[in-house]
């Protein structure tokens, strides 16, 4: 079992940049795959990008690529989301997942292990 903890959320102009991190407990970080997703008000919560288990091989939802890093330390048990070029529809609570099969899922239910989430507020 893995703990996640989400942190660096905030308020943010549109155009800037937020690098969010996730801690995980545990000795067994690095046989977890890994995803960021968001849920924006009255929105069903949907992917951002996944990392796998190693690092080499990154997703991203269509709209946050070439914006948005999915870098993983298995050193330091931490996943982050850089964020760049953020955008008023980047605006949404952001949540860490760990997925124990496949990776690069892109579906809320692929993943076993939730973080309680980070508020992202882009201004304009």
């Known amino acids: 079992q893995v703990q996640l903890v989400e942190s660096g959320g905030g308020l943010v102009q549109a155009g800037g940049s937020l690098r969010l991190s996730c801690a995980a407990s545990?000795?067994?970080?690095?046989?977890?795959?890994l995803g960021w997703f968001r849920q924006a008000p009255g929105k069903e919560r949907e992917f951002v990008a996944a990392?796998?288990?190693?690092?080499?091989?990154?997703y991203f939802a269509d709209s946050v690529k070439g914006r948005f890093t999915i870098p993983r330390d298995n050193a330091k048990n931490t996943v982050y989301l850089q964020m760049n070029s953020l955008k008023l529809e980047d605006t949404a609570v952001y949540y860490c997942a760990a997925a124990l099969w496949g990776e690069g899922q892109r579906l809320v239910g692929a993943y076993q292990y939730w973080g309680q989430g980070t508020q992202v507020t882009v201004s304009s």
């Open positions: 545990g000795r067994t970080f690095s046989s977890y795959a």
């Open positions: 990392v796998s288990r190693s690092g080499s091989s990154t």
